[in-house]
């Protein structure tokens, strides 16, 4: 987790947690705090429990401005059931491209 601190910028990393895989609701929270405590800048936790919040323009924005995204661990079926093939997902593709460029 470290390395994924480091990789999202360190000290001026603003990432964005989803834990929607995970059906603990403390997860997001938990994960904001981890980061924090390694130093990012901001750890903001975005949930999608309907394939309607992934549309959300204000979760967009957010994920947007994101400089690393982290994925909880939990139920996968249940990110791709609710993100798949949103503006959620092709936000995330692009955020990633974006990294490798």
């Known amino acids: 987790m470290r390395r994924f601190v480091d990789l999202a910028g360190g000290g001026a990393a603003d990432i964005a947690v989803i834990p929607t ?21 901001s750890a903001c936790s975005l949930d999608f429990d309907t394939r309607r919040d992934a549309e959300e323009s204000g979760r967009l924005e957010r994920l947007n401005r994101a400089t690393g995204v982290f994925f909880t661990g ?3 079926l249940r990110l791709s059931t609710l993100l798949g093939g949103t503006p959620v997902a092709k936000a995330v593709r692009q955020l990633n491209a974006a990294a490798f460029r």
């Open 74 to 76: 939990g139920n996968q």
């Open 21 to 41: 895989a995970s059906l603990v609701r403390d997860t997001g929270p938990r994960y904001e705090r981890i980061f924090g405590e390694m130093g990012a800048r």
